[in-house]
């Protein structure tokens, strides 16, 4: 039922450290991408959402072994981005997350599409410090943080997408930072490029991403502050 509380517990065994941890509803994926960036340098581009989508490496990134918010892997992306293909949820609710750390203050985009029509963002805005910022279809900015990011610091940021309701909430560390509400003629998203560090191919993050995630659904705050504290 929609009301029972689902735990999943496993063990680690042999030479593993971390494991992945991917939800279905009978046989449907409720993540549409899902990076840990971890298992080493060939499983770190591997999608463990059960899409299989294929994320390809622009300009050669530095993959960090133990570089992660967790000790754990991590990409460091200089001029570098991560390529997701046409995955991203249109028309459709969504949920991004990410962990971020930042050493450049620059738009750093962090979960984004390639379009400017119809296109969607998660980035940090460029206005001598550097400030959480979401939005789509032209509007890249519904929500955004008044609080500067410092510099190499980690943090955990999300934004989430109601489609029905057009309520957008940003997340900075678990925590709503602020509400926009997107008009209903501004709502649909049809760009379906998925990009990790970039916005089509340009305005290229500077710093280190971890465990990127995007859902074509809303996550409660509930859910995003376990996230946080998982």
């Known amino acids: ?49 059960g899409n299989n989508v294929g994320v390809t490496a622009v300009d050669n990134p530095t993959w960090l072994a133990d570089g992660g918010h967790d000790g754990n892997g991590a990409f460091e992306l200089y001029d570098q981005y991560l390529d997701a293909g046409e995955n991203f949820p249109t028309y459709s609710s969504y949920t991004k997350t990410a962990w971020i750390r930042l050493n450049a203050y620059s738009a750093n985009n962090i979960i984004t599409g390639d379009t400017n029509g119809g296109g969607h963002a998660l980035w940090t805005r460029n206005e001598g410090n550097t400030t959480l910022s979401a939005g789509h279809n032209g509007t ?8 500067p990011l410092s510099l190499n610091t980690w943090y955990f940021v999300a934004v989430t997408f109601d489609y029905e309701s057009g309520e957008m909430i940003l997340y900075r560390d678990g925590n709503p930072v602020n509400f926009g509400s997107v008009p209903e003629d501004a709502r649909n998203v049809t760009d379906e490029t998925l990009l990790i560090g970039a916005f089509g191919g340009g305005y290229l993050m ?12 809303v996550l409660s705050p509930q859910q995003i502050l376990a996230m946080y504290n998982g």
Request: aromatic share 12%; proline share 3%.
């Open 140 to 147: 890249w900015t519904y929500v955004k943080d008044t609080s």
């Open 206 to 217: 500077r710093g280190k991403i971890d465990d990127a995630r995007v859902y074509a659904h």
């Open 1 to 49: 039922l929609d009301t029972d509380a689902l735990t999943c517990e496993y063990e680690l065994s042999g030479g593993a450290t971390t494991a992945a941890t991917a939800w279905y509803k009978d046989t449907d994926p409720l993540m549409a991408l899902y990076l840990p960036m971890e298992g080493g340098e060939s499983n770190a581009l591997l999608d463990f959402s």
